[in-house]
């Protein structure tokens, strides 16, 4: 006991309110505090009503044990009341993403996605799973031990549904196909889609270009293999996060381009859009010998681009978002949609969150939107 109160209690307190202060105001340095704040304060930010629940749990228990007595105690339960006001910020935060989302792609599209009541999943069952899906894990789509991938289908198994690559990030260094995204993955496969989630060569032992070559690779798996899981070759988007925006925009601007193609320059690796989540869209790392950045490729002939990044990013700064868009939107002659999410955190995709679900709900728009105007000679930004 602390002044009459249990020590649980107060350790809960200051746990839950160093969160939220790590969500609220994210520390770009020193780097070893940026690390620690974003991990710890991207999962406060996006299920604020978890930590809020835990924390109303614990005061109810400790006034109904008489624990919260005297001055002291009325006190430190006074406190609990900072961490909740914290809380309270960052879902109004996130309650401002369908705003932002319908207005970046009514103003690049002219479409309104469509936002379906998901609170219930939102407030209780946040973490990805979904029982109408099934996983074919670990297929192999090249030589080396990390390309691998995994398809995610409904299990009706429907046929003729466009298909989904999806990359993890993790900086060329690190990541894991099974880390981001799902939530995107299950909601898709849901609706027919045949989604893939697939790893890459990572940092040391590959370099540049060889990422981007095994991002192509999985485009010519799909290209050959979609069908057999139920999807449409015909039909494929491409999405990521962090370094996986990174390779999701330079697939996307660098079509059947033979020199990053080896052993397969015949496969067709053009896609129908791209969506770079919270992707680095600058050069890697030191100056490679072949062109790394997104902007290096960019071309009329570009698809359509929705990209999505937090206002409050550690990792990558929103800035590089702002100014690809920027730079794309001077040479592309298909529609460039951006979203900007108020409050939101690198990492933003791994949860059933407010803020993901509004996501996820205008990346659905935007591939309708895409299907619908496939067979159109040009499409107008």
């Known amino acids: 006991m602390v002044m009459g109160v249990p020590l649980g209690y107060l350790i809960g307190i200051v746990v839950v309110g160093v969160g939220v202060w790590f969500a609220l105001a994210p520390p770009r340095r020193p780097r070893p505090l940026r690390e620690v704040g974003f991990r710890y304060g991207l999962v406060v930010n996006e299920v604020p009503f978890l930590f809020a629940y835990g924390l109303l749990a614990s005061f109810v228990l400790a006034l109904v044990d008489g624990d919260l007595t005297g001055p002291g105690g009325w006190l430190t339960a006074g406190l609990t009341a900072l961490p909740l006001a914290g809380l309270g910020v960052l879902v109004a935060r996130a309650t401002t993403t369908p705003g ?32 109408a899906i099934e996983r074919i894990g670990n297929l192999s789509y090249g030589d080396h031990a990390l390309n691998r991938l995994d398809v995610y289908r409904h299990r009706s198994r429907p046929t003729g549904g466009p ?26 496969a849901g609706q027919g889609w045949v989604c893939i989630s697939a790893d890459y060569r990572l940092r040391p032992s590959a370099g540049w270009p060889d990422h981007l070559v095994d991002a192509k690779k999985v485009i010519a798996w799909a290209r050959e293999h979609a069908a057999e899981y139920g999807g449409d070759p015909n039909q494929i988007y491409m999405a990521g996060s962090s370094a996986g925006g990174h390779l999701s925009a330079i697939c996307a601007l660098t079509p059947n381009a033979p020199e990053f193609q080896p052993g397969f320059e015949s496969v067709d690796t053009t896609i129908e859009a791209a969506i770079p989540l919270y992707g680095w869209l600058g050069g890697y790392y030191d100056d490679p010998p072949i062109m790394s950045t997104p902007m290096d490729y960019a071309n009329p002939d570009a698809p359509p681009f929705f990209v999505v990044h937090g206002e409050r990013d550690s990792l990558v700064p929103v800035q590089m978002a702002r100014d690809f868009v920027a730079d794309l939107r001077e040479v592309s002659a298909s529609p ?17 969150s407010l803020r993901n679900e509004a996501v996820i709900d205008g990346i659905e728009a935007f591939t309708t939107w895409v299907r619908s105007r496939r067979d159109a000679p040009t499409m107008t930004r």
């Open 163 to 188: 298909v989904l690559v999806f990359l993890h990030g993790g900086g060329y260094f690190s990541g894991s196909k099974r880390r981001e995204g799902k939530p995107l993955l299950h909601r898709l």
């Open 100 to 131: 932002t989302v319908d207005a970046a792609l009514e103003e690049a599209i002219g479409v309104r996605p469509r936002h379906r009541n998901r609170l219930a999943r939102i407030l209780l069952a946040p973490f990805p799973g979904n029982h």
């Open 336 to 352: 460039v949609a951006y979203a900007e999410l108020r409050g939101a955190q690198h990492v933003f995709d791994m949860f059933h």
